[in-house]
T-cell receptor
């Protein structure tokens, strides 16, 4: 069984400030971890993923995340928020083979960027 | 097409009616997934297809829900005798194989009155 917990359903940051969205996971086998972004009335877009190898992964739009096994965490960060980053962000986990079958999602964190 | 498409984008129905939701995956993608996104439950996995077969139906919430995929392409999710708790956004995704990134469609917003 696997699960994802996202701390904070709503996060507000000022434009230019650091973005930190928290994700903790539970998995009985080595996890594959993902961050997706959802803009209003749109589908999910993959930001970045961790499968194996380097624990710091870089994604699109300047986002990055670090897999910390000891903390069972995969927090998403961006050094400087932009107005266009306002969206809902979902952390997801799968533990099935090498890929992204049957994703288990967190509840999501809605990011607001204040000008 | 360039991405996953879903139709209709919005569907309003009366309690007790049947509805069909359609998903057109990216051409050549063998795996197709259905998820449901609701306020109370977040994003939930419903079912996935490898080709035309569905190895895992564990996420379907009741026997009122069924899905099929024909020709390894288009999939239809059918909800019979809809209930108000079925109101949600139904998302479809496809991937080249089950070991690859899932690409999501824009979803169908279902409202059951």
């Amino acid at each position: 069984a696997q699960s994802v917990t996202q701390l904070g359903s709503h996060v507000s940051v000022s434009e230019g400030a650091l973005v930190l969205l928290r994700c903790n996971y539970s998995s009985s086998v080595p996890p594959y971890l993902f961050w997706y972004v959802q803009y209003p009335n749109q589908g999910l877009q993959l930001l970045l993923k961790y499968t194996t190898g380097a624990t710091l992964v870089k994604g699109i739009n300047g986002f990055e995340a670090e897999f910390k096994k000891s903390e069972t965490s995969f927090h998403l960060t961006k050094p400087s928020a932009h107005m266009s980053d306002a969206a809902e962000y979902f952390c997801a986990v799968t533990s099935s083979g090498a890929g992204s079958y049957q994703l288990t999602f967190g509840k999501g964190t809605k990011l607001s960027v204040i000008p | 097409g360039a991405g996953v498409s879903q139709s209709p984008s919005n569907k309003v129905t009366e309690k007790g009616k049947d509805v069909e939701l359609r998903c057109d995956p990216i051409s050549g993608h063998t795996a197709l997934y259905w998820y449901r996104q609701s306020l109370g439950q977040g994003l939930e996995f419903l079912i996935y297809f490898q080709g035309n077969s569905a190895p895992d139906k564990s996420g379907l919430p009741s026997d009122r829900f069924s899905a099929e995929r024909t020709g390894g392409s288009v999939s239809t999710l059918t909800i019979q005798r809809t209930q108000q708790e079925d109101s949600a956004v139904y998302l479809c995704a496809s991937s080249l194989t089950v070991d690859n990134e899932q690409f999501f469609g824009p979803g169908t917003r279902l409202t059951v009155l």
